[in-house]
């Protein structure tokens, strides 16, 4: 009877317990899922990009995405409250994740009219000069010349990209040759399977001077600087708006630090992975050594990027024809210039018949007629003109003037002496080498900053003729 009753007593207690467990439990999850209730999940944004747009947006070794715009979104994600969920593949890839619905946004594109069709722009990020590049072999050859279409080069582009629309717009007769991505590209290049290609100056910049191929490239011709945009599949204005109302942040310093950090730093390429295990290993006197020899050695390679950042910025605002400023430089610096300025006139010029040139005496003797030109109009300007050569055979020039007359004289001369020193020039004698030449002058400031006025004289003085 004992025995039988600390059996009961055992059995109750065990009860007991099991209950109390249960009890605690219960009240363990209903207080997890209390927790999740009172924490909601954040909202998931997917952006879509490049895997090999580097500097912009890249996949490392690891597979991690990395890059300005990367930095820019989960910068973004951080401020506003997303999960951001990055979709890196191929340009035109990239693309049509967006087009179709299974990515929310692009991370930064450029407007051009055919993805107006399909896609909609948010506000302006990043802008980005885009040049032509030659390789060392094709130094001496006439960017103009290998734009118009009638060589036997063709110039590499990415498939999908706004450079490959813009080409087939602008130089349709131009035989282009297409990649995947940058990436695919720019290792073409490196390798020698294609001589000259077409990128932005950040990323070829990226690419050519962080690598120890010795097959340089330089930018041989500028073809537009235009801003990056966020990009939306159109009719998503609900998405749209709502994340375009929250970049209040991005200022000018902020996108200044973003850029600084990956155009000039390459964290991976000083700093390779390999050096670490091995540094953990070496003795302390040895870690010192290498420590002053590696801060030596990021020192230089810094002074050489930023001398190479300098040469190509100073190459990216020349024309290499005629040594004269190109029209990037021009814009900048009529952009940059006060509207409330007195006395600016502004002058536009272009040679007349200037197709009769190449196709009398070739293409050799049209370059030789354009450094003419640019060469004595050069001479006859004081030095506090900017002049510089805006397109083919157009210039334009900018200048401080006391009055309307005075412009007015000058551009005189500048026809005059043109004319007459092709004369004892060039030996087609019975036809000098002629410019149509607009002025605009603005005495109380421009109106606005453009070459409208100045380009609408040059017409009528072109129909005068």
Not at 97 to 106: K, P, T
Not at 111 to 119: I, T, V
Not at 190 to 211: C, M, P, S
Not at 266 to 292: K, M, N, Q, R
């Amino acid at each position: 009877m004992r025995h039988s009753g600390a059996l009961y007593v055992l059995a109750r207690q065990i009860v007991f317990i099991l209950s109390v467990g249960v009890l605690l439990s219960i009240s363990t999850n209903a207080h997890a899922d209390h927790s999740e209730q009172a924490q909601p999940q954040k909202p998931v944004l997917k952006v879509a990009n490049s895997h090999a747009w580097r500097p912009f947006s890249y996949l490392n070794s690891n597979q991690e995405p990395r890059g300005i715009l990367v930095d820019f979104w989960k910068e973004f994600g951080q401020r506003n409250g997303y999960d951001i969920e990055f979709l890196l593949t191929d340009w035109q890839t990239s693309i049509d994740l967006v087009r179709s619905g299974q990515a929310d946004v692009h991370a930064g594109l450029l407007q051009s009219p055919e993805r107006l069709k399909f896609m909609a722009f948010g506000t302006p990020l990043f802008a980005i000069d885009t040049q032509v590049f030659f390789s060392q072999s094709m130094m001496g050859t006439s960017a103009d010349f290998v734009l118009s279409g009638t060589t036997d080069h063709k110039i590499g582009v990415v498939q999908g990209g706004y450079e490959e629309e813009f080409m087939r717009a602008k130089f349709p007769d131009v035989a282009l040759q297409l990649f995947p991505n940058n990436q695919a590209m720019l290792d073409a290049a490196l390798t020698g399977e294609v001589q000259a290609f077409i990128a932005d100056l950040q990323v070829a910049n990226y690419h050519l001077y962080t690598t120890t191929n010795q097959n340089l490239f330089i930018p041989v011709r500028h073809l537009y600087t235009k801003m990056l945009h966020a990009g939306f599949a159109k009719g998503n204005t609900a998405l749209l708006n709502r994340i375009d109302n929250k970049f209040a942040w991005l200022d000018d310093e902020t996108k200044r630090q973003l850029l600084n950090r990956w155009v000039y730093y390459d964290v991976e390429t000083v700093y390779p992975t390999y050096l670490f295990p091995a540094l953990v290993a070496i003795g302390i006197l040895i870690v010192t050594s290498y420590i002053v020899l590696l801060k030596r050695t990021v020192k230089q390679k810094t002074r050489a990027l930023q001398t190479a950042n300098d040469m190509l910025q100073e190459q990216a605002i020349t024309d290499s024809l005629t040594f004269l400023p190109n029209r990037r430089y021009f814009y900048q610096h009529l952009y940059a210039l006060e509207q409330s300025r007195a006395n600016i006139a502004l002058m536009v010029f272009d040679i007349d018949d200037f197709k009769a040139f190449n196709d009398g005496f070739g293409h050799a003797h049209g370059d030789e007629v354009l450094c003419f030109v640019a060469k004595t109009a050069k001479s006859l300007l004081p030095n506090d003109a900017i002049i510089a050569r805006i397109g083919g055979e157009e210039f334009a020039v900018l200048q401080h003037f006391a009055s309307a007359e005075h412009a007015l004289a000058q551009g005189r001369l500048l026809c005059d002496e043109i004319a007459r020193q092709s004369l004892a020039l060039f030996n087609h004698a019975s036809k000098p080498v002629t410019i149509s030449l607009g002025v605009a002058y603005y005495p109380n400031g421009m109106r606005h900053n453009e070459i409208v006025d100045a380009d609408k004289a040059m017409y009528q003085a072109k129909n005068q003729r």
